[in-house]
């Protein structure tokens, strides 16, 4: 019979070669069986946002009134209130990891640091100079794609940012903490 650390076992080759998206689709398929597994997965994949706005919890349907002690006033709000009741206030959270709207990396909010994001914002120009023997670079008048080919890591000098006259390798002119891309939680 398998035991569990039998099952464990395949299972982590399972993950692994499995791609992205069906691993996604693994993980919202298993919060969706128990609010335990939705607070196991919260514990990884959200963190509290103290700039965020405080909700709070709606309202058992079957709480009843407001406590006796209050007046007839707060009584009366209370009722037309009724559907955002005053329960104990939960803290705002958003996700711990996010894509940076400037460099595309996704990183981790709890270590977005003042130096963590660097980048240029220019363009990587190739100098027609250093490949006056290159029949392939001659032949496309320059224009291949510095964000894969080869010869950028091969020769860094030969490629200069348009936005700060460094060269391929030369430190990012940009340097800040990453910022989310924009989009809306609902
Ligand atoms: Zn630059
Ligand atoms: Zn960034």
Redesign the pocket.
């Known amino acids: 019979m398998a035991t569990i650390n039998h099952v464990k076992t395949f299972l982590s080759q399972a993950i692994d070669g499995a791609d992205d998206a069906t691993v996604r689709w693994v993980l919202k398929s298993i919060w969706d069986e128990s609010d335990e597994c939705s607070f196991q997965a919260a514990q990884y994949l959200l963190v509290h946002d103290p700039e965020g706005q405080v909700t709070y919890a709606l309202k058992r349907k079957a709480s009843g009134g407001p406590p006796p002690q209050e007046s007839a006033h707060k009584r009366a709000k209370a009722e037309d209130d009724s559907h955002e009741a005053a329960q104990p206030p939960v803290p705002a959270l958003k996700p711990r990891y996010e894509t ?6 996704v ?1 981790d909010v709890m270590e977005n640091y003042d130096e ?4 240029h914002e220019g363009e990587l120009e190739i100098d027609m100079d250093h490949f006056v023997d290159d029949d392939e670079v001659i032949e496309l008048d320059g224009a291949i794609d510095t964000s894969t080919d080869w010869r950028v890591e091969a020769y860094p000098y030969a490629f200069t940012w348009s936005c700060c006259d460094g060269k391929a390798d030369g430190e990012p002119c940009l340097v800040g ?3 989310p891309t924009q989009t809306t939680i609902v």
């Open positions: 940076c709207e400037h460099c595309s990396e990183y963590a994001c660097c980048l903490r990453h910022e």
